[in-house]
Structure formats: structure tokens, C-alpha cells
């Protein structure tokens, strides 16, 4: 068995990436915690574009950390399990999909477009009402 001997330079490495990584879920945390009100329903988290950030400069075993940082001013707030479970499912989708080559905004838009907006469809059985396309929008401008 091979084992890895880091040296000081590949340590310090690790350290630089692990304190940006930090940086930016503190970002996407504040981003999170002080959301743009645009209109009466639909408010602008922009905690994901440091989720985004995060997947298209480093691996997916930084992104996701990033996206559970910045997810926590959501869990004080009052978001719902499935709101969680969304936004850190779409920021792990991302960050593994960047990992084997694709663009950062093709594997987002795949997620929200190609994945999630069926499964909300189903899981409102046809009931498209004006609410349900709000909801719709709000997520995906979120994600």
C-alpha cells in the first residue's frame, strides 16, 4: 500500500484551499442570511453563487462543504427539510458534474430545468397554479 506523504508546500496548499472554501461559505452564508426581496413573493438568496464558485475551483469534496456552510442561516430561518435537501442535492449534483468536465452552468441548469422542475410537476399532480410557477421560479433563480 501506497501511502501519500505530504510535503510543506502540498500542505500549504490544502491549507489555502481549505481557508477559500471557508471564506466563501461564510459568503454563502451571508448571502443566505440577508435575502433581496424582489417583489411580494419571491426573495434573492445568493448564497449558491458562492456554491458555484466554490464547484468550479475546486473538487467536489470543497463544494459541498461550501453548500453546508452556507445552508445554515436557512436552517435558522425556518426552511423546510425539502428546501435543504434541494439546495445541498443541487450543489452536490454541480460540484460531481464539474468534477467529469461540464461547464458550471450547464450541469446547474441540467439540475433545476432537466431534474427538478418534473419532480415538482409530479409531485403536484397538475395542479399548475400561479403560486406553483412562483415557487418554481423563486428556486430556480436561487439555484
Known sequence: MIDKVLTKSSESAVYKVLSLALILGLLGALGNAFPLQSGNLIQLHFGY???????SLFFPW??????VISVIPGIYAG???????????????????RGRGYAVIVSSTVYW??????????????????????????LMLNG
Open 79 to 97: 426552511l423546510s427539510f425539502w428546501s435543504i435537501l434541494i439546495y445541498l442535492a443541487g450543489a452536490l449534483w454541480v460540484s460531481l458534474l
Open 49 to 55: 453563487v458562492a456554491v458555484l464558485v466554490a464547484a
Open 113 to 138: 430545468v432537466v431534474i427538478l422542475l418534473p419532480i415538482m410537476m409530479l409531485l403536484q399532480q397538475g395542479k399548475l397554479d400561479t403560486l406553483f410557477w412562483i415557487d418554481v421560479l423563486e
Open 62 to 67: 470543497v463544494a459541498f462543504p461550501v453548500a
